[in-house]
């Protein structure tokens, strides 16, 4: 029975033990390596970012030179404190974040070089620095932002140049005792050597990089789960911590000339709170979305089915329809493109149903109320119709989970469109029902919030005289227009019980 064998994977990507056995690359990675001036990938929460990280990762080799290195940084347990400690007076807090991240990306870069067993005077000469401060010339990243760090507070490097003498490197000590976090923060001069010795130390770093790589020899240095600490207690320090790592990376990028290569995965709608010069001009540069298709999806999801069907020695499936029981659903839709019209268009959304639909056919199998017998081949499409309820019930926490940080007014919006009832609305419903519980707005504002819940594929809208629903997560280029009616996304509606209208078939 296909419900015995069949598996889609797990929704997150960092659970799932198979994903480098049916990953499904679909041109975000070869974009970002070959373009020099790429370093951003953005995307929505669920589109795959953690997926192509970890891919990347873990097979290198099928996008970069033989000479070329590679270094991940998933910063889910990653300590953030030590970025705090370089605010001091005089100094815009932007540029301290961009100077402490500039530091970590270049001693992760020259420990990669040093691992590798590459040589020259100036790696030497850094060697012998690093084992004086942290007594390793190739520190963990939990040393390099920890406790060792602190000790630069108490040690004063040379000047200029790197022609550091064996004298000199003798006099280079870091034995000064133990420093802590609050000694540090509660006192100013500690923090103004320990800033003029992190400087000193990245402008050495630079320097030894520099002679280090050309075209010949890349490094990728990748950063993923940024938002760990994306909550509504560390809100303002995190977008000054996520915009000093995207600062350091463009500053990085543009004088090597893309040789050293920082390539930062970030949340969309994260990035659009940050405060960043020229913000539109460095997603169009420097930014690639990862964005899916029908098509890509489609292939996503046979490339993990085919891999348990290979697994559990039954037949591959060639294409996506052949998944199903039936040729038609509802609206004489394929059962693949009602399920489409469902989700957001992020793989997380597809995993996530499909499971539903295996789940609803293993209890019907197993209740002894069930008196219909259960396809043994395919999947079925009343399942599809059962998983609805559940699925939907997710999509809406998935969205109040993307947005109770930095839009916590989500929920409002959704409670008022779930208080409407219907599937579609006006401008003018959506103000009445906010002004009736003491949240006034006026048109004008409703506007911007309406563009708000478009922009992320909550509403969409019809165009002129076509009876075509445009959703942004199916007309990435269509940009908002105020419309006389507005219609909730399909794959809400049964979580926001809501009833669909004749107008909005």
């Not at 192509?52 to 097979?59: A, G, K, M, T, Y």
């Not at 953030?80 to 530091?103: C, F």
């Not at 269509?478 to 926001?496: I, T």
């Amino acid at each position: 029975m296909i419900s015995e064998w069949i598996e889609f994977g797990q929704v997150s990507a960092e659970r799932d033990d198979n994903l480098s056995e049916y990953f499904y690359e679909n041109g975000v990675l070869e974009s970002v390596i070959k373009n020099r001036h790429h370093f951003l990938v953005l995307g929505r929460k669920g589109a795959g970012k953690t997926a192509v990280f970890q891919h990347f990762e873990n097979n290198p080799e099928r996008y970069i030179g033989k000479n070329d290195l590679s270094i991940s940084m998933s910063l889910q347990n990653y300590s953030w404190d030590v970025h705090s400690l370089l605010m001091t007076e005089g100094k815009a807090s932007s540029m301290a974040y961009i100077q402490s991240w500039k530091y970590v990306i270049y001693l992760l870069s020259v420990r990669k070089l040093i691992e590798s067993g590459v040589s020259n005077k100036k790696i030497d000469l850094i060697k012998k620095i690093l084992e004086r401060i942290y007594t390793s010339p190739v520190p963990s990243i939990s040393e390099i932002i920890g406790q060792k760090l602190l000790q630069l507070s108490k040690i004063k490097l040379p000047g200029a140049g790197l022609s550091l003498d064996d004298g000199e490197l003798e006099n280079l000590s870091a034995d000064v005792g133990e420093i802590s976090f609050s000694d540090v923060k509660s006192d100013n001069s500690l923090k103004v050597v320990l800033n003029n010795s992190l400087e000193r130390l990245t402008d050495i770093l630079e320097g030894v990089l520099l002679e280090s790589f050309d075209e010949s020899r890349r490094i990728f240095i990748t950063f993923d789960r940024i938002d760990e600490a994306w909550d509504e207690a560390s809100f303002e320090s995190s977008q000054k911590i996520i915009a000093g790592l995207i600062g350091a990376a463009d500053s990085i990028v543009s004088k090597f000339r893309g040789s050293v290569r920082p390539v930062v995965f970030l949340r969309e709608d994260i990035f659009e709170t940050l405060s960043i010069n020229d913000m539109n001009k460095l997603r169009s540069d420097c930014g690639q979305l990862l964005a899916w298709s029908k098509d890509g999806i489609s292939r996503m999801i046979l490339e993990r089915v085919n891999f348990y069907a290979d697994r559990s020695g039954n037949e591959r499936f060639s294409k996506i329809e052949e998944l199903f029981d039936r040729e038609q659903m509802r609206q004489q839709r394929s059962p693949f493109d009602y399920i489409l019209l469902r989700t957001m268009l992020r793989p997380r959304d597809f995993i996530r149903i499909f499971q539903l639909v295996k789940l609803d056919m293993e209890d019907r199998r197993n209740n002894p109320f069930e008196h219909e017998d259960v396809n043994e081949q395919k999947l079925e499409c009343q399942s599809i119709y059962n998983s609805e309820p559940a699925y939907s019930e997710w999509l809406v926490d998935e969205i109040k989970d993307e947005w109770k940080v930095q839009s916590p007014q989500i929920n409002q919006f959704l409670t008022e469109i779930q208080n409407n009832g219907a599937t579609n609305f006006t401008a003018s419903d959506l103000m009445s029902s906010l002004n009736k519980i003491d949240m006034e707005y006026s048109l004008s504002e409703i506007g911007a919030n309406l563009k708000f819940l478009y922009d992320n594929s909550i509403i969409g809208f019809r165009v002129g005289k076509s009876q075509q629903w445009k959703f942004k997560c199916f007309f990435k280029s269509q940009g908002f227009l105020e419309a006389d009616l507005y219609k909730v996304h399909d794959g809400l509606h049964r979580g926001l019980n809501l009833t669909e209208s004749r107008s909005s078939a």
